[in-house]
Nanobody, 119 residues
Framework: QVQLVESGGDLVQPGGSLRLSCAAS????????MSWYRQALGKERELVAT????????NYADSVKGRFTISRDNAKNTVYLQMNTLKPEDTAVYYC????????????WGQGTQVTVSS
């Protein structure tokens, strides 16, 4: 059974930091590109950050560049999102995504974790 379980969401003041984790199971984690998406209330889901299967390459949305860092530990089947200098506009539900593009394309989603940035 495939599972992506996010954790680490919380209420934090502007300028603060959070570290999200996504623990994966039920598939070969090291073969999948991992991403973090977010969806704010009333808005569409947007891509925040992506890391390749071996962790050699990352990409970020312009809005989070220099503040967020995505990383992964293939030995622990876990992907992380370190979020620094948080802003109120970072408030959203953050989702973990696993994607594989081969003969068959596969996409898995977690249930999301709430991040609220407010004073």
């Amino acid at each position: 059974q495939v599972q992506l379980v996010e954790s680490g969401g919380d209420l934090v003041q502007p300028g603060g930091s959070l570290r999200l984790s996504c623990a994966a199971s039920g598939f070969t984690f090291s073969r999948f590109r991992m991403s973090w998406y977010r969806q704010a209330l009333g808005k569409e889901r947007e891509l925040v950050a992506t890391i390749t299967s071996a962790g050699g390459s990352t990409n970020y949305a312009d809005s989070v560049k220099g503040r967020f860092t995505i990383s992964r530990d293939n030995a622990k089947n876990t992907v992380y999102l370190q979020m620094n200098t948080l802003k109120p506009e970072d408030t959203a539900v953050y989702y973990c995504n696993a994607a594989y593009s081969g003969t068959v394309s596969v996409n898995y989603w977690g249930q999301g974790t709430q991040v609220t940035v407010s004073s």
